[in-house]
């Protein structure tokens, strides 16, 4: 018997999840989490910095699975406080619309977006958190940067996967281009 990855309903033991990532899109949130100021500009960009199967330390953003019925609004609210902790205190938008949506093929070069794992369609968010932000799980910490910093190639190139070219739309999308 395969061992669960969670005890929860919704969750698929291992095995179960790599026969449903060998045959269909798993559904993904990822969250850009940034401080505003009192106007609303962005002033800085949080990054996690995780340490890869490889033992590559990389930065990301947070990211995960939606599980089955659940809500789209759960399921960013739920990886925020794993990622960023239980004070973060995410300003989720009455209206979830996201900035884009990443498709993520495990075949490299299809698209920006690359998961060897799997085939994956992400829905993605900028998040202002105004609280404490204490990375838990698999993260080693959380840094921020400001935009121009979060924008620059040294960054970008430290985010496999497709997640700068996120980030990269992530700053357009609130004004920040560089």
Request: with cysteine.
């Amino acid at each position: 018997m395969s061992d669960m990855t969670e005890t929860s309903p919704g969750w698929l033991t291992t095995d179960e999840l790599e026969t449903a990532r060998a045959r269909m899109p798993i559904l993904y949130v990822e969250a850009v989490p940034v401080r505003v100021d009192d106007s609303g500009e962005v002033t800085s960009i949080g990054l996690l910095l995780r340490i890869g199967a490889d033992g590559t330390i990389s930065r990301t953003l947070v990211s995960g699975r939606v599980m089955h019925h659940e809500r789209v609004r759960d399921a960013l609210l739920r990886h925020l406080e794993k990622d960023l902790g239980p004070v973060a205190l995410p300003r989720v938008p009455a209206s979830l619309q996201p900035f884009t949506v990443a498709e993520y093929f495990p075949t490299a070069g299809v698209t920006a977006y690359h998961d060897p794992r799997q085939h994956a369609v992400s829905l993605a968010y900028i998040v202002p958190v105004t609280g404490d932000c204490r990375p838990r799980q698999d993260a080693l910490d959380l840094v921020w940067l400001s935009p121009r910093e979060a924008g620059s190639p040294v960054v970008q190139s430290e985010m496999p996967g497709g997640h700068g070219v996120l980030l990269k739309q992530a700053l357009a999308h609130v004004g920040h281009t560089y």
